[in-house]
């Protein structure tokens, strides 16, 4: 659920349309990385014991990775609420598990609960205050309630602790050109393709990767806003070719800001009256 990160992280600057910037969230990978079978748990069938319960003759350490099953399981139905409530039990069994607070933060926050959303990422920094990923989650969350310095100061922890997160990279250039800081938006975007390439193993041909189809959009709007519309036009253009559909599917978010580039592009070549 990566949304100002695309993941993603959803993008949520000051634009001349209603539409909101998509900043990228680290998403849920923590829980993705378990086996996403709800009723199956180390290939074993869950099966009631005397007592009635499925899960009465599991350890303590396979509920909790069935609860985090069932959590994600929700979250790809989108009820929200219910993978709260999960969180929620997991992290009374657990309370000093960071995963557990920073993927609940994640759906607050997809919730549009900033305020509870930001409480789990201050009590995920508390516990460890070296997570990249939490200061980039906290920044969106400042970020949608209107504080763009504190959000800046998080991207830039978490930028400062690793200087390869894209995603925290790209929601700073979104929060520079929400306060109409153009060139630092740019220059931001710009180093952000830069360790792109470089991740990729490229350094000279242009990235073909879906976080480089982000990061031209997120500059090529930069540049219309600034005006510097031959630019906007290029980064548009590029940004489309990367995202565009292919023989596996694109992810939903890359597909709205595909959509979106479209509309920012016809801004550009078709003005209306």
């Known amino acids: 659920m990566n949304p100002r990160t695309f993941n993603g992280q959803q993008d949520k600057g000051r634009q001349n349309n209603t539409q909101q910037p998509t900043r990228s969230l680290v998403s849920t990978t923590s829980i993705a990385t378990q086996n996403s079978r709800v009723h199956r748990l180390d290939g074993k069938k869950l099966s009631p014991d ?3 319960s499925p899960t009465a003759s599991l350890s303590l350490a396979e509920q909790d990775t069935l609860l985090r099953q069932k959590a994600l399981y929700e979250i790809k139905q989108g009820n ?3 993978a709260i409530a999960l969180f929620s039990l997991l992290i009374d069994r657990n309370p000093q598990s960071v995963n557990d607070y920073n993927n609940r933060g994640l759906l607050y926050f997809q919730n549009g609960q900033f305020v509870y959303a930001l ?3 201050n009590t995920a920094l508390q ?3 070296r997570l990249a990923k939490v200061y980039n989650n906290r920044a969106n969350c400042h970020a949608s309630m209107g504080r763009p310095m504190e959000a800046l100061f998080d991207y830039e922890t978490a930028l400062d602790l690793n200087p390869a997160n894209t995603h925290a990279r790209i929601n700073q250039g979104i929060t520079f050109r929400e306060l109409e800081m153009y060139e630092h938006a740019i220059e931001t975007f710009d ?14 041909a242009p990235t073909k990767s879906s976080i480089a189809g982000h990061i031209y959009a997120q500059r090529g709007r930069t540049s219309h806003l600034a005006g510097d519309w031959n630019y906007a036009v290029a980064d548009y253009r590029r940004a489309l070719a990367v995202l565009a559909p292919s023989g596996a599917a694109l992810l939903d978010v890359s597909r709205r800001l595909r959509l979106q580039v479209r509309n920012w592009l016809n801004e550009l070549l078709m003005p209306q009256d």
Do not use: V
Not at 191 to 204: I, N
């Open 50 to 52: 005397r007592s009635g």
């Open 80 to 82: 929200y609420d219910t």
């Open 119 to 121: 409480a789990d990422y």
């Open 127 to 129: 516990l460890n205050p």
């Open 191 to 204: 180093l952000a393709l830069q360790f792109d390439q470089m991740l990729s193993g490229s350094s000279s």
